[in-house]
């Protein structure tokens, strides 16, 4: 079925800077807690972080033969995960003879009471390579990327599934929906389907590893109307695999750290804070500073330090060429749970 669905006003979206998430999953039990705590939805995540390369949850969820939509744009029907080998049943655990251990000569350590085969976070940390020296691995934080052509709006045969015109926000109206789960088996994972149609399928018998991710002359290949992003992320996008596949943009190891900053700049949709954090977080810079990111401006503001831009840069300049070090010391200082750890108990 194809619904048309109008252009939105404008698109909402949210920016998860990957290379802060440590895969804690504050955000996925947040979720859980407020959306999911129905008898018999103990399986069910809303949101969720994977570890990538990995089966992703449900299991296998990024699989080629994973419904969304062909490269056409047809929608495609895949499968229904099923509760056991796709979402994992909820596990029951011996809390009570862990307690009753406690001071006795044999220790009772947490574990499940019945086997343990899947679940969420089920394969966390275990990548992709040999381990030590070829391990490798990412999180990825997983939720509704509100498509701007959603698969699962067109699944969907009682039209339960609305894009909202002013924002752009994908919503279900509960009284249209009969639960026939079509949409569970019309959604993809829009970096899943990337890598399907642009990447290296390869065999990975011991693990879910399914394609290498595409390098710069595959990116190249892009059909912008692959892109679920907002048009000028897209002109952004094309610029910047432009400038890596025709060598005006190097970001290669070892490569100069002000001309790189200076290519990123020129490139049409990057701006300091982009150009800054790559600096920091893909080059190695130890002197970069985004002085534009807001958690580094709020915590120079309740230490005491200048807050806004050019401040904050003229007062940064007794911290060279350490910089990417204090901004590590910034975000550090601020009240948030990925700087808790072990993470606070919630008082009753």
């Not at 710069?216 to 695999?241: F, K, M, Q, T």
């Not at 200048?306 to 350490?322: E, I, N, V």
Request: proline share 8%.
């Amino acid at each position: 079925m194809k619904y048309d669905v109008p252009t939105p006003d404008r698109q909402i979206a949210m920016v998860l800077d990957l290379n802060k998430c440590l895969g804690c999953h504050t955000c996925s039990i947040a979720c859980k807690k407020m959306w999911n705590t129905d008898q018999g939805t103990d399986y069910a995540y809303w949101n969720n972080v994977e570890t990538m390369p990995g089966k992703g949850f449900p299991a296998n969820i990024h699989d080629p033969a994973t419904a969304g939509r062909d490269l056409d744009g047809n929608t495609k029907r895949g499968e229904i995960p099923n509760i056991d080998t796709g979402y994992g049943r909820a596990w029951t655990f011996n809390h009570k003879d862990v307690l009753a251990s406690t001071g006795a000569p044999v220790k009772e350590w947490l574990r499940p009471r019945e086997e343990a085969k899947w679940g969420p976070n089920f394969d966390e940390d275990h990548g992709a390579g040999e381990y030590p020296a070829e391990n490798h691995y990412f999180y990825l934080p997983r939720l509704c990327n509100h498509c701007t052509h959603p698969a699962c709006l067109d699944a969907c045969p009682h039209g339960a599934i609305h894009k909202r015109k002013q924002d752009g926000i994908v919503l279900v109206d509960q009284d249209r929906c009969h639960g026939y789960r079509f949409c569970v088996e019309g959604q993809p994972p829009h970096t899943g389907r990337l890598v399907r149609a642009y990447g290296n399928a390869v065999t990975d018998p011991a693990g879910g590893l399914t394609h290498t991710f595409p390098t710069v002359a595959e990116l190249g290949e892009i059909d912008p109307a692959h892109l679920a992003v907002p048009e000028a992320r897209r002109r952004s996008l094309a610029a910047l695999i432009g400038g890596l596949a025709g060598g005006d943009l190097i970001l290669d190891a070892g490569c100069d750290w002000e001309q790189a900053r200076a290519q990123l700049l020129a490139t049409p949709g990057i701006g300091p804070w982009t150009a800054e954090i790559i600096a920091m977080r893909g080059l190695g810079d130890p002197d970069a500073l985004p002085a534009t990111d807001l958690g580094v401006r709020l915590a120079a503001e309740q230490l005491g330090l200048p807050a806004d831009t050019r401040g904050l840069t003229a007062r940064s300049a007794r911290w060279r060429p350490w910089r990417s070090y204090a901004v590590q010391h910034l975000w550090s200082t601020l009240d948030h749970p990925v700087n808790h750890w072990p993470p606070k108990e919630k008082t009753p």
